[in-house]
């Protein structure tokens, strides 16, 4: 049987969109293909969960600002008969330090938050010493606390929205995209590795770090390629302050975590590919000095477990990419690229893309800036906000 919409690939994003159509009553079938219900590959069970309005353009602080308010609700609007959907919300603030000589982007990227209503405190280095008595402050020039940022258990949030979207009748399928094909200019089905041909009149494009080898099936060019990022899972028995979730223009990412913390170092110049297992020192060789080095008091730590998980990293700007095919099949969508950041735009994704699905224009965030045109003509729309 076909399918009025078709997502291709049922994470965090394929699902927030099945969700926000499925809300509306007006989109008709909608089919949402995933080859992995367990998710072990997928990058959203792996992520750090944060949702921060640190950013530079306006349109990736407005999406944070929607999620923020989307997620702090999230366990009563996506209740099933009663029984809330908890994603362990908790907004404990993040903290963007400069200590790599950029202060002048922090600070203009403060400007920009600011201007857009975040809660946002500029701190000097006698400020953030205050603030953060365990931090090594020696070498940073200022940094950028939003309290109000937080985070949350993003396989949680995953699981929330797939169980609405589908209370709601949308069909998920265990299955994997393997050919697309395009006929008069538009494209009519995607054929699946269980061999059935599903043809449908619309069809979103949400596979993640699989989108560029997907989108090739039908011809839509992608710059989006994996990008391997470890994560680590350590405790310390020292006393620390309670923190904020912590990015440093030297690439630390980490923040509290249970009984501990969790984070690593992203290296935007990886190469691309996917990687099944973790470096088997680098936490240790590399990754621990920095930490020690931000936090003395994680001089002396225990590590407990480490993974591996991809972003959707866009090689021409690392801004996602969010609309229609423009100049190809234009009832093909997409929502990919997010370069990182696709937990906390996931909501706002949804959202706009169906607004425009349904409606045919962005109604409550316009992020046409966000769309394929940049892509097709190779001008970047580079968001400076990440360290
Ligand atoms: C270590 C780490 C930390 C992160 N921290 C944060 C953070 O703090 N905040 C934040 O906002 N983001 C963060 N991210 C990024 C975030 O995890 C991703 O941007 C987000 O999960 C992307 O969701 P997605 O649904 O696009 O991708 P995925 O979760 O990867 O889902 C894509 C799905 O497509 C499916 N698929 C693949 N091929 C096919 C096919 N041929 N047919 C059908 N389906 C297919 C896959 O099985 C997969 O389930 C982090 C990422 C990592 C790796």
């Known amino acids: 049987m076909g399918a009025d919409i078709v997502i291709i690939g049922g994470g965090i994003v394929g699902s927030a969109i099945a969700y926000f159509l499925a809300r509306t009553g007006r989109a008709g ?44 609700g999230f366990h009563e609007t996506m209740a099933i008969g009663g029984e809330p959907a908890p994603i362990g919300f908790r ?28 809660r946002v405190d500029l701190l000097d280095r006698a400020a953030l010493a205050a603030r953060f008595p365990s931090l ?7 940094a ?9 258990n993003s396989h949680a949030a995953l699981m929330g929205f797939r169980d609405k979207a589908r209370n709601l009748g949308v069909d998920y399928r265990q299955d994997r ?26 069809f979103v494009l949400a ?5 560029g080898e997907v989108g090739a099936l039908i011809g839509l060019a992608l710059p989006v390629e994996p990008m391997c990022r470890e994560s680590h899972y350590f405790v310390t028995s020292n006393e620390i302050e309670p923190l904020p979730f912590i990015k440093t223009e030297t690439h630390l990412a980490f923040g509290p975590e249970g009984e501990g913390y969790a984070g690593g170092l992203p290296e935007w110049d990886q190469p691309a590919g996917f990687l099944r297992d973790p470096h088997p020192t680098r ?56 370069s990182g950041h696709g937990i906390m735009h996931a909501p706002a994704s949804g959202l706009a893309l169906a607004e425009l699905i349904l409606d045919g224009v962005y109604r ?11 892509i097709a003509a190779n001008q970047p729309y580079r968001e400076q906000g990440i360290v």
């Open 364 to 374: 409550t965030l316009d992020i046409s800036a966000f769309g394929y045109a940049r």
């Open 283 to 338: 936490f240790e060789d590399v990754v621990w000095p920095l930490l020690a080095h931000r936090l003395p008091a994680l001089e002396s730590l225990k590590l407990k477990r480490s993974w591996v998980g991809h972003y959707a990293r866009n090689t021409l700007d690392l801004t996602a990419i969010v609309g229609r095919w423009e100049g190809g099949c234009e009832n093909v969508y997409m929502a990919c690229g997010y």
């Open 91 to 118: 907004r404990r603030g993040y903290l963007f330090v400069s200590d790599d000589g950029n202060h002048a982007r922090m600070e203009a990227n403060h400007g920009a938050q600011a201007a857009l209503g975040a």
């Open 177 to 202: 995209v393997v050919g697309w094909r395009a006929a008069g200019g538009a494209a009519r089905d995607v054929t699946l590795g269980s061999g059935v041909a599903l043809a449908a009149d619309c």
């Open 29 to 72: 079938r909608v089919a949402v293909i995933e080859p992995d219900p367990t998710y072990k590959f997928s990058a959203t069970p792996t992520a750090n969960g944060g949702i921060r309005q640190l950013f530079s353009l306006p349109e990736n602080i407005a999406m944070a600002q929607y999620g923020l308010a989307f997620f702090a």
């Open 144 to 152: 950028v606390h939003s309290p109000d940022d937080a985070w949350i």
């Open 207 to 211: 596979a993640g770090a699989w989108s």
């Open 136 to 142: 090594n402050v020696a070498d940073v020039a200022l």
